[in-house]
């Protein structure tokens, strides 16, 4: 028995697991004294950054098996031969922008789904990045880099084209930051 908060957790399993994702369901008693089951997701960490080159921020373009076509930060996930969530954002932009080097700056962290994984996404901003050559994996062969102004990447988040939650997060975090 495991106590978190208001919930206990009286016993757990995996009910499937592929190189992605886990599922796993916990029996539970609720803040409310119900007893029943608690199905989650475990994923890995994941980054999102906010590189800055020239006074345009970074954006991809991709379409994406389940949510079709959008614009989001360069990131990713955070693999296990990651010492930490920065060495996944900087080998995230590298491969998807050849952007390398410059200062690096933690913009905090998000839980997207906190009632379905803990799964966080950590934010970055990177300035003073140096050009270099990519290094795509094969499902991002439709991946296009775009330098727009950050009033446009907010113009994006409003109009629906920047739809990935960390990304527009950080976007409108940024804009807000320039605001001040």
């Given at each position: 028995m495991?106590q ?5 957790r ?6 499937c ?27 890995p ?5 906010a ?6 921020l ?8 389940l ?7 360069p ?39 906190p009632?379905?994984t ?22 991002e ?28 997060a ?11």
């Amino acid at each position: 028995m495991e106590q978190r908060g208001p919930w206990t957790r009286h016993n757990g399993r995996q009910s499937c697991s592929n190189p992605r994702f886990s599922v796993g369901r916990d029996e539970i008693t609720a803040p409310d004294g119900r007893r029943g089951d608690y199905h989650w997701v475990d994923v890995p960490d994941q980054v999102r950054v906010a590189a800055l080159v020239d006074g345009r921020l970074l954006v991809v373009e991709q379409f994406h098996y389940l949510a079709g076509p959008l614009w989001q930060l360069p990131g990713g996930a955070v693999d296990p031969s990651d010492a930490d969530p920065l060495a996944a954002a900087r080998r995230e932009l590298a491969e998807e922008t050849g952007r390398h080097g410059g200062t690096w700056t933690g913009q905090g962290s998000l839980y997207p789904l906190p009632g379905v994984t803990g799964c966080r996404v950590h934010l970055w901003r990177a300035e003073h990045t140096a050009a270099g050559p990519t290094a795509r994996e094969p499902g991002e062969a439709d991946l296009r880099v775009r330098h727009v102004p950050l009033t446009e990447a907010a113009s994006a988040v409003r109009n629906g084209l920047l739809r990935c939650a960390p990304s527009a997060a950080l976007v409108l975090a940024l804009v807000a930051e320039s605001r001040s």
